[in-house]
């Protein structure tokens, strides 16, 4: 189908009265599934088996709208007899020969809703909240009217990425092209926000809402660049893969890799196809004046990444609508711990740009700033132990764990606001 969205929507059996009555007015008016001899119509005994006589055509069943052709939809068809099931039919859109898709309209009624065109800008396009919901078609653009109303929706690319690249998602671990360079990127089996991408040397590498930075991976197989070798985990790093030219490189907490990753919140950006391979963001200049990756959020709500390090404010004097941005300021610091970082490259010489697996904020860790947890029970980490307090006072701590690649090392706070009774909650920033 040259235009399949890759999210289709399918009708539920009870939900859509009005297409039932829509439909069986379209089979009243044709006559052929009872029977008709009219030779105008179709007979169902010519058609395949398993397809129906309706509106004078054979029509396949269906599960999704990918089971149709373009100008037809799955929808649900009553018969006389009681019984109904989902087909593909024509509705009244496509009556002309219309597809309902990059087409000129009047209206959403024009065009075909049912795989998410709507009518934008006088043509039936196809809404859309990141550049993976465009995936074969393009990408994610974002469309401003004379009233400013904003919407996203496809834009059509002579070469869109394919499946297995590019704005692909793998859940599953093996939806990606590795014949083609693709690997998963993903915390395992089951990761709704992994998603497939390549090794690369700079941006130009990368598609539009990714950027080239490092990762740092699993331990190598044998000891290496000063780090114990595990030969019995499975994803450990063979030798030949690791060093100058090769994949994997030696750094100060592990080993690294370049590849494409989206760009998130706080991302460096010039426009908001910067930004929209992560849904519903935008590009604009935050309290620093420096456009970032954000989104809309409200002033009276909580709702911006990353947790505490987030606030809502309005910034960018063109937009002029509430976005979210750092609270510290800007997105980038002097690269000290705790300071708010995208890549290692934001932090201080041999530091590393971690982040919180709760709320996603990012931060740096600064290996000159050390602390010893010396007196204190053997748990790993102490609080204090010589390290500084955050920019909002919270007491950093202190990593104290031989087999830790921080060890000694001041890492963040926990900004639960009762560290007592609330479970832990690392980050930089106490709440508001």
């Known amino acids: 189908m040259p235009y399949g969205v890759k999210r289709t929507r399918r009708l539920a059996p009870n939900a859509p009265i009005f297409l039932v009555l829509l439909v069986l007015g379209f089979m009243l008016g044709a006559g052929c599934s009872d029977g008709s001899d009219d030779e105008e119509d179709c007979n169902v005994s010519g058609c395949p088996e398993g397809e129906a006589c309706l509106q ?10 990918n089971d149709c052709p373009l100008g037809r939809n799955c929808a649900l068809w009553g018969f006389p007899d009681g019984s109904q099931d989902n087909y593909c039919v024509t509705l009244p859109y496509a009556e002309d020969g219309s597809t309902g898709q990059f087409e000129a309209c009047g209206s959403s009624s024009d065009c075909d809703t049912l795989r998410g065109f709507q009518c934008v800008g006088g043509q039936c396009q196809p809404q859309c909240r990141s550049h993976f919901d465009c995936a074969g078609i393009g990408r994610c653009s974002t469309q401003v009217d004379d009233a400013g109303t904003r919407s996203q929706v496809c834009e059509p ?18 939806e990606c092209d590795e014949d083609g360079g693709f690997l998963c990127l993903t915390s395992g089996v089951g990761d709704l926000d992994s998603y497939c991408t390549k090794d690369c040397a700079t941006d130009d590498d990368c598609a539009s809402g990714y950027f080239c930075s490092k990762i740092v991976r699993g331990p190598p197989c044998e000891d290496q660049c000063g780090f114990q070798g595990v030969a019995d985990d499975p994803d450990c790093i063979p030798s030949a893969e690791i060093g100058d030219g090769n994949l994997y490189q030696c ?3 592990g080993l690294e890799r370049r590849v494409c990753r989206t760009r998130e919140f706080c991302s460096p950006c010039e426009t908001d196809a910067d930004c929209l391979a992560v849904p519903n963001t935008l590009c604009a200049q935050d309290t620093s004046g420096s456009k970032i990756c954000t989104q809309l959020c409200d002033v009276d709500i909580g709702s911006c990444p990353w947790g505490n ?15 979210c941005s750092h609270r510290s300021g800007s997105c980038s610091g002097a690269g000290t711990t705790c300071d708010p970082c995208i890549t290692d490259a934001d932090c201080a ?14 931060w740096c860790i600064d290996p000159a700033v050390t602390c010893d947890c010396e007196g204190t029970p053997a748990t790993g980490s102490c609080t204090g132990g010589g390290c500084p307090r955050t920019m909002s006072g919270l007491q950093l701590i202190c990593i104290d764990d031989t087999e830790s690649a921080i060890n000694h090392t001041c890492f963040a706070a926990n900004t639960a606001a009762n560290p007592i009774l609330n479970s832990p909650q690392t980050g930089c920033w106490e709440a508001l």
């Open 56 to 65: 004078k055509s054979c029509s396949a069943p269906c599960s999704d709208q």
């Open 157 to 174: 690319l002579p070469a869109p990425e394919p499946s297995g690249h590019f704005y692909t998602g793998c859940p599953n671990s093996d």
């Open 251 to 253: 750094g100060n907490f």
């Open 309 to 323: 390090a987030g606030i809502c404010v309005v910034s960018d004097d063109e937009l002029m609508l509430a976005t």
């Open 349 to 362: 010489a041999g530091g590393l740009c971690t982040s919180s697996s709760f709320t996603g904020e990012r």
